[in-house]
């Protein structure tokens, strides 16, 4: 069974940084486009970035350009999410995504999902 396993989630205060990774065991992760979304309480899953096979292409949600940076390292089978400038409103479970058939920015779209991070922004 595919095992998408996050961690790096925890409390910080608002404007501070965290780095988030999600890895697997699956090598053939590498020819996958991977994903990150979040979902605060009451909320629905909202996309967060995404990054093609290569690393060459990431999209991120407007709220969160020019402050978060997803990345990959295919060797090593990862993906991270740096989160920098956090604001309180970004408290939420963080999730990793793999394989999306078609949108990238559809939770609905990928096939596997790891059980979340949970990150705190105190304000």
């Known amino acids: 069974q595919v095992q998408l396993v996050e961690s790096g989630g925890g409390l910080v205060q608002a404007g501070g940084s965290l780095r988030l990774s999600c890895t697997t065991s699956?090598?053939?992760?590498?020819?996958?486009?991977m994903g990150w979304f979040r979902q605060a309480p009451g909320k629905e899953r909202e996309f967060v970035s995404a990054?093609?096979?290569?690393?060459?292409?990431?999209s991120y949600a407007d709220s969160v350009k020019g402050r978060f940076t997803i990345s990959r390292d295919n060797a090593k089978n990862t993906v991270n999410l740096q989160m920098n400038s956090l604001k309180p409103e970004e408290t939420a479970v963080y999730y990793c995504?793999?394989?999306?058939?078609?949108?990238?920015?559809?939770?609905?779209?990928?096939?596997?999902w790891g059980q979340g991070t949970p990150v705190t922004v105190s304000s």
């Open positions: 699956e090598r053939t992760f590498s020819r996958e486009t």
């Open positions: 990054i093609n096979p290569s690393g060459s292409s990431a």
């Open positions: 995504a793999a394989a999306p058939r078609g949108s990238w920015y559809s939770a609905n779209n990928y096939a596997y």
